[in-house]
């Protein structure tokens, strides 16, 4: 124990590097399972080293939160579905938030039951106690209030994913200056709190910060989603190493610098990718729903599509020269992965050179479809990213869309008045053929409607995406050269 104490810097050193190596890992497929072994690793020598470095620890109270935690963490990984896993994520943001707002209320708690206690009697109990300077209070100040936004914007984001009846969508001309007063009268009770220490001004910041994690994300659209998993994970990092500055926990800080950072580049990607900026994400609520299209003053349009079968685009694709499949939401709900790989396999075989077209924001979190196609273990190398696709497609013989919607809308291109107007997207309409595999007509996430589903040269198969892309199999299968 003494050695672990005397050497605690190097061991929280060495888990930093390996945290480091971790994302490092986590960059590419190939070596993303070396990746995760870092952060395993590293994860465990920071706990091991925290807690024999701790002061009178409880440890019961330790352990039985390490042993409850693992068991609810190995029962979810092992169940959760991968059309799951987006809220799932999420939940896990709001707890790290909820731990920086414990940390913060402990830290604070304790310090005041020493000044009751009185610095004589703790000097006679060998106890040396000095008052929290300015800059641990600056950051308990940071540390909790980011860690209670966090976790009640988390909350609301595993609950809009998972489609809570509770976590509706607020929109109205009130909802931004409740924000700004909601934000204003937190800011205005930390600083209180930073230069007084006054408590009953810490815990109205909490709580005003808890509410304005729920108004700051409840208007945000669900095409924005995506987005908002990825910030706030970079928030949860920010959290975590603010609460770090507080304990004077070295790992703490480097990990949460690098989760923060990290999320950070990634939500500054993913914006990029829809050409929004990210105020215009949190704050406009641009992609929060809108009707489909209408035309004139409210009047609806009706628009033709044409439909096919499974049979037909069996055919279709079995005597093509290239298929580019484009991934979205609908093959993760329909768990369609390994038949849309049995699909892809197939068609290699009957020479037809088939590569999967990658949107930064398909899915409902960041790298949503890299993980699904990895999981039925589809070779990196026929995954593409949308800058490496994109000028492919006018000599594609035939896409096949796979309940992908706003990734592949050529709105975005052609038509002013949308609200995805000059977002990057897949230009799937300009291969020779389309074909899109869909539920209903219903709109996307986005709650914008397609006009590639209206397309002269796109073929419309309706039904769930797993059992539409089997039958194109057998399709295919039955009229193989």
């Known amino acids: 124990m003494e050695m672990i104490r005397e050497y605690a810097d190097w061991f929280y050193l060495i888990g930093a590097v390996l945290f480091i190596l971790t994302l490092r890992g986590l960059s590419g497929p190939k070596t993303a399972i070396a990746g995760n072994r870092y952060g395993m690793i590293a994860m465990a020598i920071a706990v091991v080293t925290t807690f024999f470095v701790a002061e009178n620890p409880v440890v019961w109270m330790i352990i039985g939160a390490m042993v409850l935690g ?13 059309t799951q896993m987006p809220e799932t994520v999420a939940l896990m943001h709001s707890l790290v938030g ?17 000044i009751e206690l009185g610095p004589d009697l703790l000097a006679a109990n060998g106890v040396n106690f000095h008052e929290m300077s300015r800059v641990h209070l600056f950051e308990l100040f940071v ?4 860690g209670a936004i966090t976790f009640t914007a988390s909350v609301f984001a595993y609950g809009k994913l998972a489609a809570k009846k509770w976590a509706k969508t607020i929109s109205g001309a009130w909802v931004k200056p409740v924000q700004a007063i909601i ?39 669900g095409g924005d989603m995506p987005v ?84 037909d685009a069996g055919f279709l694709m079995s005597n093509a020269d290239s298929v580019v499949i484009v991934p979205g939401y609908g093959m ?49 190398e026929d995954i593409l990213e949308m800058d490496e696709i994109n000028s492919d497609f006018p000599a594609t013989d035939v896409v096949l869309v796979i309940g992908a919607n706003d990734v592949v809308n050529p709105a975005a291109k052609d038509d002013p008045t949308s609200p995805i107007y000059g977002m990057p997207i897949l230009e799937a309409h300009k291969a020779r053929t389309i074909m899109v595999i869909k539920r209903s007509m219903a709109t996307g996430y986005a709650g914008l409607d397609n006009d590639l589903f209206y397309n002269d040269k796109t073929m419309m198969i309706f039904g769930d995406a797993k059992k539409v892309v089997e039958d194109m199999t057998k399709a295919i299968n039955g009229t193989g050269h």
């Open 70 to 82: 693992a068991i609810v963490g190995i029962a979810r990984a092992r169940t959760v579905p991968m």
């Open 183 to 221: 934000f204003i009268a937190m800011l205005g009770f930390g600083i209180h709190f930073f230069l007084t220490g006054n408590m009953t001004s810490f815990w109205a910041m909490t709580g005003l910060a808890l509410a304005f994690g729920w108004v700051w994300i409840a208007p945000v659209g």
């Open 98 to 114: 909820l731990a920086a707002v414990l940390i913060a209320v402990a830290a604070i708690i304790h310090n005041n039951k020493l």
């Open 332 to 380: 993760a709900q329909g768990r369609a992965q390994n038949a849309v790989k049995e699909l892809a396999n197939l068609l290699k075989e009957q020479g037809v050179t088939v590569r999967f077209a990658i949107h930064p924001v398909a899915g409902r979190m960041p790298g949503h479809m890299n993980v699904l196609l990895a999981e039925a273990d589809v070779p990196y």
């Open 228 to 311: 908002v998993v990825s910030l706030l994970n970079s928030f949860s990092g920010w959290a975590a190493a603010g609460i770090g500055f507080t304990l004077e926990n070295n790992m703490l800080i480097v990990a949460g610098s690098l989760v923060g950072s990290s999320g950070a580049i990634l939500s500054y990607i993913m914006c990029k990718a829809m050409n929004r900026s990210i105020i215009n994400v949190l704050f406009g609520g641009v992609m929060g729903g809108a009707a489909a299209p209408t035309a004139g003053a409210g009047e609806q349009v009706q628009r033709n599509h044409r439909s096919g079968s499974a049979d």
């Open 143 to 146: 540390g909790c209030f980011v």
